[in-house]
């Protein structure tokens, strides 16, 4: 199964640990990498792509928006490579029951890994609960379809108590990820974001790290502090680059 099963279920993680496993093969970096195209303006053809990728590297997941499932869900049909879908994006601010339903049709056309954008007013408005039930929604319906969801916390728009409080709140609802950016706001991780959320999740819940992540470089940087998924268009690069046979600029999709 992927590579964060096996050390979040261990009671001996660290993040040190998980780095250098996660460094040691271009397959097991792979692993840690949701392959990532979130354009308005993506085309079939280029969901394919990232499919083909995903499915040739062996990518944690192929990240799409919802329109794209079932195309995503066709092209990776036999591979063992999950479809990953964000829902309530990017700003987070849909209707809970839409949240709802929105993870019950994209997992029925094939998505397993599901990223919500939680209720961010609503955060920073101090209505805790609001959030906690938003989130909870979502992850009880895809619970009880056998999908996992990871919570966009959108770090660059909360403070240092905001942060730790979408954490711990996102975590208690059932989260078994939480995550830094959507990468269609004013900033995407940062190293002291992803130590911060790491430090709230400890062994229950994975940390990903995305927005701006490019380079291995980057990468590296997030596994260290404590991710244990990233989430980037530019991951075919980014393995590359820990081959040496990197060439020329990946393209991507600003995620």
């Not at 839409?98 to 919500?116: F, N, Y």
């Not at 991780?189 to 927005?211: C, E, F, W």
């Not at 940087?221 to 244990?228: D, H, S, Y």
Request: net charge negative; hydrophobic share 45%; glycine share 10%.
């Amino acid at each position: 199964m992927w590579i964060e099963s096996f050390y979040m279920m261990e009671s001996t993680y660290t993040p040190e640990g998980f780095y250098e496993h996660a460094i040691s093969s271009p397959r097991a970096l792979a692993a840690t990498l949701d392959h990532t195209l979130l354009k308005a303006d993506a085309t079939r053809a280029q969901v394919l792509q990232i499919c083909e990728e995903a499915a040739q590297y062996r990518f944690a997941c192929a990240m799409v928006n919802p329109f794209w499932v079932s195309t995503a869900a066709a092209a990776l049909a036999g591979t063992g490579v999950p479809v990953g879908v964000v829902i309530g994006f990017p700003l987070g601010a849909s209707l809970a029951e839409s949240k709802v339903d929105e993870a019950k049709r994209v997992i029925a056309l094939g998505a397993h890994d599901v990223d919500m954008v939680l209720n961010i007013g609503a955060l920073k408005g101090g209505e805790y609960d609001t959030v906690a039930s938003d989130i909870r929604g979502v992850v009880d319906a895809a619970h009880e379809r056998g999908a996992i969801v990871k919570v966009i916390l959108e770090t660059a728009l909360l403070n240092f108590e905001e942060k730790l409080r979408a954490s711990e709140i996102a975590v208690n609802a059932g989260a078994d990820f939480i995550k830094t950016s959507t990468g269609f706001s004013t900033g995407g991780a940062t190293v002291d974001d992803i130590a911060q959320m790491r430090s709230v999740a400890g062994l229950r819940s994975g940390v990903k790290a995305s927005g701006g992540i490019r380079s291995l470089a980057d990468a590296k940087a997030m596994l260290k502090a404590g991710a244990n998924r990233i989430g980037a268009s530019a991951s075919v690069r980014i393995v590359q680059e820990l081959t040496g046979t990197a060439k020329g600029d990946s393209g991507g999709s600003g995620y």
